[in-house]
């Protein structure tokens, strides 16, 4: 049974830190490209981060460069979030999916995880 499960979120004030992980089973999440993706109440989806299988050309929004980074451990069947400096703006729930190979829009993912809700507020 192909799962994404993602972990990590919480309730965190201006300027902190979370680490958000997304653990694969069923599949070879090694082949996958693995990206992260937010909504915010009353805002659509959008793509916050991904990594291909080769772990080269990473992507990131513009609003979260320099803050969020992403990583995977393959023999683990993991990828990470790990998000500094927080701000208001990044609340919403995250949820991470998975596409052969390489990142491309939302709709192309074929595996995602049920969520994990980021708050960030004072």
């Known amino acids: 049974q192909v799962q994404l499960v993602e972990s990590g979120g919480g309730l965190v004030q201006p300027g902190g830190s979370l680490r958000l992980s997304c653990a694969a089973s069923g599949f070879r999440s090694d082949y996958y490209a693995i990206g992260w993706f937010r909504q915010a109440p009353g805002k659509e989806r959008e793509g916050v981060s991904c990594m291909p299988n080769s772990v080269t050309r990473i992507y990131y929004i513009d609003s979260v460069k320099g803050r969020f980074t992403i990583s995977r451990d393959n023999a683990k069947s993991t990828v990470y979030l790990q998000m500094n400096s927080l701000k208001p703006e990044d609340t919403g729930v995250y949820y991470c999916?998975?596409?052969?190979?390489?990142?491309?829009?939302?709709?192309?993912?074929?595996?995602w995880g049920q969520g994990t809700q980021v708050t960030v507020s004072s």
């Open positions: 999916a998975a596409r052969p190979v390489t990142c491309s829009g939302s709709l192309t993912y074929s595996y």
